[in-house]
């Protein structure tokens, strides 16, 4: 247990007087234990620590070493980027992140790549990770068929995600660590964590070695259930030897694409007449989510499409699990009641905003008051938790609360202005539901840099951050 201290002059919510905060092992105490440590934070304000509820921990860290796509405008753009980094990189295979080739004016192909790169594997994975471009020195490294455009999509490309950037575990635990002190120093106190491998293993292996900045809730991928479930653990477990830090999260399914790679699952068709990819139909996500719920597990189950949420809210009042639907990018009107009356929640992503706006209007025309929903959602009673869906977004809450509140894009346009949310509301679902800190609480805090928060987004996305407090001891700041 950390020491006794009291934060002094500390407020507790904007224009409130400062009051004396005393921390007792890992909780805030009402009265300061003889012999604290007295830290003056001089009037700065003390909120809950802010959890990120969906992040693809490892993908995010090594996003840092990938070469960067996300601003190539075209095709050919983004090979010229790549045939530049070509000259000055000896990776195995070249690995770039980022892309959005939606808006392109022209598509890419492996023959682009081939041109500058006819002997080395090079693959560039989407911005949404639901696609991945390869070479044809790639597909044959990765022991591919040949493919038409080497743009292989969800399920042809999702199992090779590990595979096209492994790097030894030590390198990976490394960056990990790195990503989470980053983490820390943006509030940051929790993650959802639904990288694509046991999570289990890899954060009690990282948390044993020292990396002790996070909480962290393990998402179980079906691939691991049957282990999870043969060792006796629930949903909400502590996992054994993390500290208490790690605690066993939901069942992770993915029944449907992406906006990006327009294979989101939709009742409406696209304008090449598809309408998305509906990757785990209700035959098997019934059987598969009845089955975590009878062994004590949550869903956390991805739709983006109006009819994969249909689909995924359809199999929970089915089965009686309980859990999240994670995107909701787009909801029909008549399904939106469903969350508040299951008591599902709506796992939502703001900042996913900034990226889609324009596809959402030319993949998904007429239906734009009703995407990314929300301030409807909430109306109708949903509980909403945020994240970033790292490294789609970064892992930065200030970024996601801005964008929750301020449907300002960063050229000017407002987009769905009716969307935004009140800045407690945010507040309340990046904290698990608390906006002030309280006596009793577990002592995961933020300490601003500033006496009060600030209303514009600009504003709240450049949010300076002082101090961050894990379970009574600082993680980040001058202290830490």
Same mark, same amino acid.
């Given at each position: 247990?950390?020491?006794?201290?009291?934060?002094?002059?500390?407020?507790?919510?904007?224009?409130?007087?400062?009051?004396?905060?005393? @921390?007792?092992?890992?909780?805030?105490?009402?009265?300061?234990?003889?012999? =604290?440590?007295?830290?003056?934070?001089?009037?700065?304000?003390?909120?809950?620590?802010?959890?990120?509820?969906?992040?693809?921990?490892?993908?995010? /860290?090594?996003?840092?070493?990938?070469? !960067?796509?996300?601003? %190539?405008?075209?095709?050919?753009? /983004?090979? #010229?980027?790549?045939?530049?980094?070509?000259?000055?990189?000896?990776?195995?295979?070249?690995?770039?992140?980022?892309?959005?080739?939606?808006?392109?004016?022209?598509?890419?192909?492996?023959?682009?790549?081939?041109?500058?790169?006819?002997?080395?594997?090079?693959?560039?994975?989407?911005?949404?990770?639901?696609?991945?471009?390869?070479?044809?020195?790639?597909?044959?490294? $990765?022991?591919?068929?040949?493919?038409?455009?080497?743009?292989?999509?969800?399920?042809? $490309?999702?199992?090779?995600?590990?595979?096209?950037?492994?790097? !030894?575990?030590?390198?990976?635990?490394?960056?990990?660590? /790195?990503?989470?002190?980053?983490?820390? %120093?943006?509030?940051?106190? +929790?993650?959802?964590?639904?990288? @694509? /491998?046991?999570?289990?293993?890899?954060?009690?292996?990282?948390?044993? =070695?020292?990396?002790?900045?996070?909480?962290?809730?393990?998402g179980i991928w079906p691939r691991w259930l049957g282990a999870a479930i043969?060792?006796?653990?629930?949903?909400?477990?502590?996992?054994?030897?993390? =500290?208490?830090?790690?605690?066993?999260?939901?069942?992770?399914?993915?029944?449907?694409?992406?906006?990006?790679?327009?294979?989101? &699952?939709?009742?409406?068709? &696209?304008?090449?007449?598809?309408?998305?990819?509906?990757?785990?139909?209700?035959?098997?996500?019934?059987?598969?989510?009845?089955?975590?719920?009878?062994?004590?597990?949550?869903?956390?189950?991805?739709? @983006?499409?109006?009819?994969?949420?249909?689909?995924?809210?359809?199999? $929970?009042?089915?089965?009686?699990?309980?859990?999240?639907?994670?995107?909701?990018?787009?909801?029909?009107?008549?399904?939106?009641?469903? $969350?508040?009356? #299951?008591?599902?929640?709506? #796992?939502?992503?703001?900042?996913?905003?900034?990226?889609?706006?324009?596809? %959402?209007?030319? &993949?998904?025309?007429?239906?734009?008051?009703?995407?990314?929903?929300?301030?409807?959602?909430?109306?109708?009673?949903?509980?909403?938790?945020?994240?970033?869906?790292?490294p789609v977004a970064p892992l930065d809450p200030w970024r996601t609360l801005?964008?929750?509140?301020?449907?300002?894009?960063?050229?000017?346009?407002?987009?769905?202005?009716?969307?935004?949310?009140?800045?407690?509301?945010?507040?309340? %679902?990046?904290?698990? +539901?608390?906006?002030?800190?309280?006596?009793?609480?577990?002592?995961?805090?933020?300490?601003?840099?500033?006496?009060?928060?600030?209303? #514009?987004?600009?504003?709240?996305?450049?949010?300076?951050?002082?101090?961050?407090?894990?379970?009574?001891?600082?993680?980040?700041?001058?202290?830490?």
């Open positions: 247990m950390p020491p006794p201290l009291v934060l002094r002059n500390a407020r507790t919510a904007p224009g409130a007087d400062p009051v004396d905060l005393p @921390i007792t092992g890992d909780r805030i105490d009402a009265d300061p234990t003889g012999g =604290a440590e007295i830290v003056d934070v001089e009037g700065r304000l003390v909120l809950p620590g802010l959890w990120d509820a969906h992040v693809h921990f490892d993908q995010w /860290a090594l996003a840092q070493a990938a070469l !960067d796509l996300s601003g %190539a405008t075209s095709a050919a753009h /983004a090979v #010229s980027l790549v045939a530049a980094r070509l000259a000055v990189d000896s990776t195995p295979v070249l690995v770039a992140r980022g892309f959005r080739d939606g808006l392109w004016p022209d598509a890419p192909t492996a023959a682009a790549l081939d041109a500058i790169a006819p002997a080395r594997p090079v693959v560039a994975l989407s911005a949404d990770l639901h696609c991945a471009w390869f070479n044809t020195y790639a597909l044959q490294h $990765f022991s591919l068929h040949p493919h038409p455009t080497g743009v292989l999509r969800e399920s042809e $490309f999702m199992p090779l995600m590990n595979d096209i950037q492994r790097v !030894d575990p030590e390198v990976r635990d490394r960056l990990v660590d /790195a990503a989470a002190r980053a983490a820390a %120093a943006r509030g940051v106190v +929790g993650v959802v964590d639904f990288e @694509i /491998a046991d999570n289990l293993a890899a954060w009690t292996r990282r948390i044993g =070695a020292g990396t002790r900045y996070l909480r962290v809730r393990c043969a060792a006796g653990m629930r949903t909400g477990d502590a996992v054994p030897g993390t =500290a208490g830090l790690a605690t066993v999260g939901p069942v992770k399914v993915i029944v449907d694409g992406s906006l990006g790679t327009r294979t989101a &699952y939709c009742h409406e068709p &696209y304008p090449d007449g598809e309408r998305g990819v509906l990757s785990v139909p209700p035959e098997q996500l019934q059987p598969l989510m009845r089955h975590a719920h009878d062994h004590g597990f949550e869903s956390a189950v991805h739709a @983006i499409g109006d009819h994969a949420c249909e689909h995924v809210l359809d199999a $929970f009042a089915a089965t009686g699990a309980h859990g999240s639907v994670e995107h909701a990018q787009l909801v029909a009107e008549r399904d939106v009641p469903r $969350f508040a009356r #299951s008591g599902i929640a709506a #796992s939502i992503q703001p900042a996913h905003v900034y990226d889609d706006v324009d596809l %959402a209007e030319r &993949y998904w025309p007429g239906r734009t008051h009703r995407s990314f929903p929300y301030a409807t959602l909430h109306a109708a009673g949903a509980r909403l938790v945020l994240g970033s869906d790292a801005a964008a929750a509140i301020d449907r300002t894009l960063p050229d000017g346009r407002v987009w769905h202005r009716e969307q935004e949310l009140e800045l407690h509301v945010a507040l309340a %679902a990046s904290t698990g +539901g608390r906006t002030r800190v309280t006596v009793g609480d577990v002592a995961d805090l933020v300490v601003l840099d500033a006496d009060t928060l600030p209303r #514009s987004g600009a504003e709240l996305a450049a949010t300076a951050v002082w101090g961050t407090m894990l379970g009574g001891r600082w993680t980040h700041g001058p202290l830490a």
